[in-house]
C-alpha cells in the first residue's frame, strides 16, 4: 500500500529553470494538497484540490500552478524558479469533509541557484 | 484569522520522563485535530486523528486531548524514548472539514538517553 508518492526526492534547479513535481495517492481520496515547508514557517498550503476538476489557491500560490489530472494524480509546476522557491514540498490527501486522517508524500527538496 | 501554535517550539527531556506538548487554536468550532510526528528529511505520519465530538484518543504511550472551549490540546508521551526525538506537528480542520489542514509550527522534542 503506497499511500501518497511523490516524484522527485531532490531536484536542483538553476534560476528561471520550469519544473514539475508530481504525485499520486492510492487511497481513492477526493481530495489533494500541496504545502512547502521552510525553517521557522511551519507547513504553508500552496494549492489545494477539493475534488477531482477543481483547484483552489492557498496562502502561498504566487509562482505556481497545479494541475488534477485526475482523482490519483495532483501535480505542481514551477513555470520560472526562483531562489524563494527553494524549500520542501509536500504533497497530502484526504477525504476533505470526512472525518479521517490527511495522509502525507515523503515531500521534494528543491534547491534553487 | 484561523491559526494553530504550537509552545514550547523545541524541548529536551531525559529519557523515561512523562511528557506534554501543547496546541492552541484560535476559533473553537473546529471540525477535527490531528497530530503528527516528522523525523528530520521526512514526511508526516500521522498519530492520532480527535473529532470534535471526542475529548481524547489514545495509541500506545500517546494520549491526545482536546478542550474546544479553552481552544487547546495537548499530546501526552508516557515513559519517553529515544526514539521518541522529532517533531511534532498539531493541525486542524475548520469550517465542516471543507478547507484544508492548518498546521502550527511543530515542536521539536529530544529525548536525552
Known amino acids: 500500500n503506497a499511500g501518497v508518492t511523490q516524484t522527485p526526492k531532490f531536484q536542483v534547479l538553476k534560476t528561471g529553470q520550469s519544473m514539475t513535481l508530481q504525485c499520486a495517492q492510492d487511497?481513492?481520496?477526493?481530495?489533494m494538497y500541496w504545502y512547502r515547508q521552510d525553517p521557522g514557517m511551519g507547513l504553508r498550503l500552496i494549492y489545494y484540490?477539493?475534488?477531482?476538476?477543481?483547484?483552489d489557491k492557498g496562502e502561498v500560490p504566487n509562482g505556481y500552478n497545479v494541475s488534477r489530472l485526475n482523482k490519483r494524480e495532483f501535480s505542481l509546476r514551477l513555470e520560472s524558479a526562483a531562489p524563494s522557491q527553494t524549500s520542501v514540498y509536500f504533497c497530502?490527501?484526504?477525504?476533505?469533509?470526512?472525518?479521517?486522517?490527511?495522509?502525507f508524500g515523503q515531500g521534494t527538496r528543491l534547491t534553487v541557484v | 484569522k484561523q491559526e494553530v501554535t504550537q509552545i514550547p517550539a523545541a524541548l529536551s527531556v531525559p529519557e523515561g520522563e512523562n511528557l506534554v506538548l501543547n496546541c492552541s487554536f484560535t476559533?473553537?468550532?473546529?471540525?477535527?485535530l490531528q497530530w503528527f510526528r516528522q523525523d528530520p528529511g521526512k514526511g508526516l505520519t500521522s498519530l492520532l486523528l480527535i473529532q470534535s465530538s471526542q475529548r481524547e484518543q489514545t495509541s500506545g504511550r500517546l494520549n491526545a486531548s482536546l478542550d474546544k472551549s479553552s481552544g487547546r490540546s495537548t499530546l501526552y508521551i508516557a515513559a519517553s524514548q529515544p526514539g521518541d526525538s522529532a517533531t511534532y506537528l498539531c493541525?486542524?480542520?475548520?469550517?465542516?472539514?471543507?478547507?484544508?489542514?492548518?498546521f502550527g509550527k511543530g515542536t521539536r522534542l529530544s529525548v536525552i538517553a
Open positions: 487511497m481513492n481520496h477526493n481530495s
Open positions: 476559533d473553537s468550532a473546529i471540525y477535527n
Open positions: 484540490s477539493a475534488s477531482e476538476g477543481t483547484t
Open positions: 493541525a486542524v480542520l475548520w469550517n465542516s472539514g471543507n478547507t484544508p489542514l492548518v
Open positions: 497530502a490527501s484526504s477525504e476533505m469533509g470526512g472525518n479521517t486522517e490527511a495522509f
